[in-house]
């Protein structure tokens, strides 16, 4: 059975991509994977085939259209009667739904989060086109995962579809990579991600003069980086405020469990923040990192079953609840973050997808 996977990135650094295409190369599925040239074109090898679709446009308004249309023409030559698509998030889901009717061959949609209710939209025109979009096509559709427990609930109530199926975007598990007699000398708080609007970094970089002898790492890229760059300097925290850029996996992963402390600090500026469960607390967790989390549903969840961290309900508890964890050090978080581990991860969510792609393959072949 081919499947056509489909998304609006360069594939290099999309981790939950890759362990899907993985995980179903791996139980005999014919996997092709398509994305684009947005952001580069980095050098990669996959264990399946994959392209890159070259986009002219300069501005995302212009690309997505660009792309879908593109694509649209890809899938069509690409696709036969035994094929089933796999769009990844609504910026992919036009040219596959077109396809998918055409061809009547079955489609499953993967929304790694609530694309229109994201802060980068909030209260743009676009946001109103992707509503439309969305409205249009996620009531037809009968093959939906998504990435948290209350996205899903999100889509049942929202679009009156089946209660979609959950994949949380968990690594691969791990033995513990933790030496804890190596201490650092400074503390090491991180940030691993984009640098976006609503990430709640420019609230965490000026609470460090709040946080003795410690470091904050910042790992990643985004539209906000000038901007933050030019805070640290205002509060005079060059020595405090690190910018690594961003890494590869493998070097993030490096990175990640030198840190004693790991942030997913997002404000409430949308629901797919809200009801996130971001990768980078599953990845901190995977290294044996405790973490400082905004008390959003998911992530809440999380602190409240394992308690591996603390929780913030204002960006003001910053330092407090950092200095906290900090004090405690790692290895009190030790027997927590293991249990956590073991259950947060991709080998739990493999099943869900298998069981998912067989619901699809007997009703429709």
Not at 216 to 240: H, M, N, R, S, V
Not at 261 to 284: A, C, H, T
Request: net charge positive.
């Amino acid at each position: 059975m081919k499947v056509l996977v489909s998304v609006f990135n360069n594939l290099y650094t999309d981790q939950r991509v890759e362990k899907v295409c993985r995980t179903l190369s791996e139980a005999g599925y014919d996997i092709e994977l398509i994305g684009n040239n947005w952001g580069g074109l980095p050098e990669m090898q996959r264990p399946y085939p994959f392209s890159r679709i070259s986009l002219k446009s300069k501005s995302l308004k212009l690309a997505y259209p660009e792309f879908n249309w593109k694509l649209y023409q890809e899938l069509l030559k690409k696709a036969d009667k035994n094929t089933i698509l796999l769009s990844n998030d609504l910026d992919t889901l036009l040219a596959n739904y077109l396809v998918s009717k055409k061809l009547r061959i079955p489609l499953v949609f993967d929304s790694h989060e609530i694309f229109t209710e994201m802060p980068a939209i909030n209260g743009r025109f676009t946001q109103k086109i992707w509503r439309i979009l969305e409205k249009f096509i996620v009531p037809k559709l009968k093959f939906v995962m998504t990435a948290s427990e209350s996205y899903a609930d999100w889509f049942a109530k929202t679009y009156g579809i089946e209660r979609p199926t959950v994949v949380q975007n968990f690594p691969v598990k791990i033995e513990n990579p933790q030496n804890y007699s190596e201490i650092n000398l400074k503390k090491i708080i991180l940030y691993q991600g984009v640098i976006n609007p609503s990430r709640g970094l420019d609230k965490m970089i000026p609470a460090m003069e709040e946080i003795e002898n410690a470091e904050f790492w910042i790992c990643g890229d985004g539209p906000k980086k000038e901007e933050y760059l030019a805070l640290t300097k205002t509060f005079g925290l060059q020595e405090k405020v690190n910018f690594l850029g961003k890494l590869l996996p493998e070097k993030l992963r490096e990175i990640t469990k030198k840190a004693d402390v790991g942030l997913s600090i997002e404000e409430n500026n949308g629901l797919s923040y809200f009801y996130s469960m971001p990768n980078k607390v599953s990845d901190y967790i995977q290294s044996r990192v405790p973490v400082v989390v905004s008390n959003f549903p998911e992530m809440g969840k999380v602190i409240n079953r394992f308690q591996v961290g603390e929780k913030i309900n204002s960006h003001n508890e910053l330092a407090e609840k950092v200095n906290i964890v900090l004090e405690r050090g790692k290895i009190f978080y030790e027997d927590a973050l293991n249990k956590a581990a073991t259950e947060l991860c991709w080998e739990k969510e493999e099943p869900k997808i298998l069981a998912l792609f067989r619901k699809v393959t007997q009703k429709h072949f």
